[in-house]
């Protein structure tokens, strides 16, 4: 067995001979430094790849406070003020921390302002407002009780990670790191000629760990230096005079600042994408891809390897998009809080390896009283593994204060057996992939594949009330036995792909992922009955399909047997009644957990059967579609339990109920991984519990098992054939 | 005190010495016949008011069957159906029971019938489909994978309501009634004949009840004889192609099945109303307030009272309408359910006197084992006591069989202590009014004053886990000491009435009592801002003012202080923070019922207080707005708890907590009503448990009451100023 190598730590000056220690122990063979730590030389001559955090728009306030318009800027919306008469003064920064932000003065307000009038929707004419540069207000004119609005630029005087991590850490004495815009010619050449003198300066350094490009997601703290807004996914601090002009010519149309604003929603990743916001996210890939390749190059030319974290500054970067293979990047390292965002990083094509930086990170914010990193690092391990097996990164480690971990009772241990399992998972797949189901499941929303792995997040793998219902769906999949591909509404108009036999469709109406209008496209709904009438599987979560018209809230209600009261058929009797009795709940015992789940859920047509009801509703419901079926969930958060339900509903829906049972473990907190090529079998204990699970192989009863808690059993797959 | 009179008992056949006992028993000064039953010739002597039920649309077989052309129609829209390829053969009837509607073929199907792709919207034109009578299918050329529907004409061969009584009673030998459309001239005719021979025929009757005029709200059974669809305000059996094309000349455009089939939604109270669904009602009331006039003038050159039934034909009459008091009505009479419906019946203007049919109805679905017709009589009467303090019934009444009553042991006490306390109200109060606040609470929907106390109703009081959070607003104000007015947006728009010092909109998103679209009208919110800012009150439940547009759901979200999450602005931290302490809550103990509640509700803006939160987010939230004050509620089903609540939300939104006190009982069960006048106050325990309370008077503590479960107390009012 494997006892060493595939594992990153960091380390810090004060910790030298620890780190030693402790890569000798877990068999390390890559150290790091970390934001808030230092490499220390003395380990600089030990045995591993070395990885330097390299932060291309800051840590140089020297240049920075030479070339203040060229620091980075981001689109901000006041406050929304009523007017009460017939001029209004808002104050733009009201709210806003200024130490991280400032109104951007330099560049034409008329220009790059808008002033919106949010009762109607118009744009107030510029000569209808003024900047009042010594108050810092706007004043407009204004027709009485409407809302205004203004859409403005500033600059990013702090950035917004070093922001977070200087409060998170209570650090006093660092200075506020001011971002630059690296995409400005006279910064990017300072960047690039930074980088070679870096390389050249360290030549011990293998690995440049990128953290990461030149776009940081959006993160903005409020007037007490509490957040006050994050999206992960957000593109609002992205832009700037030089980068919106470029777009202008490339989209041939005129920008406006609404196109990122956005009513104040600045794009979350729930709403349907604009057009424009579309058109905003392909180009600033084409920028940013490019660019990155001549940074990446200049790497290479040093003879080291270019890593990009997926995180910080990794907007426009898209590693799901078409462009980021053009960057040839040796490596990314990502994130890992759960199954989704392991597949995250570990589905991302164009790269020699992934690595994925598992939790906790070592801060104190988990390490200190009350805190439970050991706990934490298993309920990770336990989600992540299973994801593993089916989709595998080729390095784990970890970030932070090494000194955190070492002090904290039991916690190496923890990693020790962490990295144990990561390393004979490798050594029994040998680079071969897990037995998938012969048919693909695919997931349909309106961003279709540049955000696989990544829907229902508003910060990195933060759990919210309003998402884990949904998100539950993905981190299901992302241990299962399927080839899961994200499509979008024009994959379906462009024809479905043979290969695909299951589509699902998750979210709340409106959104992103439910798609909102596209369902009132008739292209969109012909093709998919079509699928299914000739023997496809649609499931739907939530708000599947919704979009009012036409007499139907759920445009695909034939398909999935159901549709959602909105109380206008309130006047219509229903006569739902229930039959728990289906293959989908063949193996479930016990409540089944929907989660926050959807009201006034009722089941039309006549070929549905209710599986799960509340009351007069429906939370769980299949339905005949010619040669095909629809199934429908009130919400699926992740269980091992939902993951089984899930499993046996894409097999119904499919009508390959038969295939399910080719490898098979019946507990239903049990799940397997088959390696037919390597000979190897995993089965996975996903509980805390000891179980006794059957192994069905090639539908036979092959062992009965005993399993300890959180266990990974490997067995002989040749010896069961 | 009064000993008999206000009463009105049944009566039948089989009953002549019980309903004399009763009669005397009783006080009751009126007696009457039912459906099912009838008059005995013995009582035509009794000294008593003699009411006879009269149909102006059934009884009469003979007509109708000699007249199939002016059978009663209505419009019905087949199942949706979706095509599997180019044509598609839709049965039309499936679905709906054949012995009560049958397909009208007499009337050219290309002129009245639609066929509609649900998946467009498009009409179908008529060269594109077919009526196959022998199959009863309509043949359409179908564009595949796309959904169709048939609106189409069929006639009422079975009365709903003669059908309902028929299958609730088990009637077996009972002829069918077919129902005959009065509106036609040559029906109207024969109508008008039998009535003066009948009233010729009847001079003993002093009452022809009219159960009702012409049109009957919408009773559609399946082919089980289960309710399909039942919209007590349904408009969908009042047409005929002869009041269509009459509707026509006088609306100036073509008219669509559409405007009544409404996607099958059948214009179903919740939706906000077409223009086309409110000209038609506009049309219908004319037509009908004028040949209604024609009938009761019929009645009154016999010397008798018309007395109207609301309910059953009283499509096209609304009592709340422009028209009503034109047909010269002697008395109305409607079922009462609860507060709510006994003011929609108390509070009609036109008419002498108003008659409240109580709870239970005497029909064996009550009066069987399991029933509880006693505990329904009282639970009937706790509810409606406290609305008749505010706006009293001239009398009340009962229906059915009146054996059933007199055999149920202690029932006729039931009835004996609700007729006593309804005769002592009025002997106190002398036809004066109960104080109320010096100020008007205006109910905004968009359906205005035509649907006064009509809100939230599918079937005449019947509950629904759907609406009950919502009716409870009103249920509550039935008692309380507001003048209450029912006001719709063009009265926003026209400008609020002066003495309106609150405005309450509630109700789920896009349904006519939250008002959907209006929304986005800026002169409505402005309106409305401007109304608060000065002084007023918004008080808002469920999804007031919700319209998704230009960054907000609720549009007045700046009043209300509050916004609903809808996924758009997860990215936004809230940090909403609970503070009880407030006027509205001072009374309150214990966990506040917000019924169904509402989910993700957020505080938002500057200057709001929430006062009951569920997780991070909130439930009950006021807000300063300029002078003035918004209230936010995520539910309010009916209470005595939530009556109180509601009560001092009122007069905290309106600025006057110090005029609560004027007139006031400490504990939260119990209520009171002053009259001034007469000198007497009511104070009415509203609980099945004994409780103390404190009255005050003027502002002054001014007597310590030990009430009875259930009790109503006279206080002399002069006694304690």
């Known amino acids: 067995m494997e006892q060493s190598g595939r594992l990153t730590l960091p380390t810090d000056v004060d910790m030298v001979d620890e780190t030693i220690r402790l890569k000798e122990l877990l068999g390390a063979d890559a150290l790091r430094d970390c934001d808030g730590t230092t490499f220390p030389d003395a380990l600089l001559s030990q045995d591993a790849k070395k990885y330097a955090t390299y932060y291309t728009t800051r840590k140089?306030?020297?240049?920075?406070?030479?070339?203040?318009?060229?620091?980075?800027?981001?689109?901000?919306?006041?406050?929304?003020?009523?007017?009460?008469?017939?001029?209004?003064?808002?104050?733009?920064?009201?709210?806003?921390?200024?130490?991280?932000?400032?109104?951007?003065?330099?560049?034409?307000?008329?220009?790059?302002?808008?002033?919106?009038?949010?009762?109607?929707?118009?744009?107030?004419?510029?000569?209808?407002?003024?900047?009042?540069?010594?108050?810092?207000?706007?004043?407009?004119?204004?027709?009485?009780?409407?809302?205004?609005?203004?859409?403005?630029?500033?600059?990013?005087?702090?950035?917004?990670?070093?922001m977070f991590n200087f409060i998170t850490n209570d650090w006093k004495d660092a200075p506020h790191q001011i971002t630059f815009d690296v995409r400005l010619p006279k910064t990017q050449q300072h960047v690039k000629e930074k980088l070679k003198k870096w390389c050249e300066d360290n030549p011990e350094i293998n690995v440049v760990r990128f953290t990461t490009f030149f776009h940081q997601f959006t993160l903005t703290f409020d007037d007490q230096k509490r957040e006050k807004f994050v999206d992960w996914f957000g593109y609002s601090a992205s832009v700037s005079p030089y980068i919106l002009e470029q777009f202008e010519k490339w989209a041939g149309y005129k920008f406006r600042p609404e196109f990122i604003v956005d009513q104040g929603y600045h794009n979350s990743i729930f709403r349907v994408p604009s057009k424009e916001f579309r058109d905003y996210i392909e180009f600033q890939q084409i920028e940013v891809s490019k660019l990155a390749k001549e940074i990446v190059d200049i790497v290479h030319s040093y003879g080291k390897e270019a890593m990009m974290f997926v995180g910080d500054h990794w907007i426009g970067t898209e590693p799901f998009g078409k462009y980021f293979a053009n960057i040839g990047l040796d490596a990314v390292v990502g994130s890992v809080g759960d199954g989704v965002t392991m597949r995250m990083v570990s589905d991302i094509k164009g790269v020699k390896y992934t690595e994925g930086r598992l939790l906790p990170y070592f801060f104190p914010d988990v390490f200190c009283e009350g805190g439970d990193p050991i706990g934490e690092a298993k309920e990770n391990w336990l989600k992540v593994r299973r994801s593993i097996l089916r989709s595998p990164l080729d390095r784990i480690g970890y970030g932070g204060y090494l000194k955190l971990a070492a002090q904290w009772d039991g916690f190496i241990d923890a990693i020790k057996f962490v990295v144990g399992e990561f390393r004979l998972i490798h050594e029994n797949m040998q680079g071969e992939s897990a037995y998938t189901a012969p048919f693909k499941v695919a997931v349909l929303s309106a961003w279709g594949p540049l955000r696989g792995w990544m829907s229902y997040q508003v910060h990195h793998s933060i759990w919210h009330r309003e998402i884990y219902s949904y998100n539950g769906v993905l981190e299901c999949l992302s241990g299962m036995p399927f080839d899961v591909e994200f499509i979008g509404f024009d994959d379906i108009k462009n024809g479905i792909s043979d290969d695909i036999k299951v589509i699902i469709n998750f979210g709340d109406a409106e959104t992103a992922f439910s798609g909102g209008e596209n369902w009132i496209d008739a292209e969109v709904v012909t093709k998919i009955r079509e699928f299914v009438d000739n023997g496809g599987g649609f499931i739907g979560v939530g708000e599947p399909t919704a979009y009012q018209f036409e007499g139907r809230y759920f445009q695909l209600s034939d398909v999935l047997g159901v549709d959602r009261e909105m109380m206008y058929s309130l006047s219509t009797d229903k006569y739902n009644e229930l039959n728990p009795n289906h293959f989908i709940l063949e193996d479930i015992e016990g409540e089944v957990d929907f989660g926050e789940g959807m009201s006034r859920i009722y089941a039309q047509g006549e070929d549905y059967q209710i599986l799960s009801m509340d009351g007069e509703y429906s939370q769980l419901v299949v339905n005949d579609y010619g040669k095909g079926h629809g199934v429908y969930f009130a919400g699926l958060p992740y269980s091992p339990q939902n993951c089984r339900i899930l499993m046996r509903a894409i097999y119904y829906a499919a009508g390959m109920e038969e295939e399910m049972k080719k490898f098979y473990v019946t507990d239903v907190d049990t799940e397997l991984a088959v390696f037919e090529k390597t000979g190897k079998i995993a089965v996975i204990n996903n509980s805390k519990e000891a179980k006794r699970t059957d192994l069905y192989v090639n539908g036979e009863l092959a062992e009965k098992l005993e399993l300890e808690p959180m266990e990974m059993r490997w067995v002989d797959y040749n010896a069961n054939i």
């Open 60 to 162: 140089d306030n020297e240049w920075a406070e030479a070339n203040p318009d060229e620091v980075q800027q981001e689109y901000l919306i006041s406050d929304r003020v009523t007017a009460r008469g017939e001029t209004l003064r808002i104050e733009l920064m009201k709210g806003f921390h200024r130490e991280q932000l400032k109104v951007n003065t330099i560049h034409d307000p008329k220009r790059w302002w808008e002033v919106i009038d949010r009762t109607t929707g118009e744009v107030v004419p510029t000569d209808q407002w003024d900047y009042d540069e010594a108050t810092g207000e706007v004043e407009i004119q204004t027709v009485p009780y409407h809302q205004y609005t203004v859409s403005f630029l500033a600059f990013l005087i702090w950035d917004p990670v070093h």
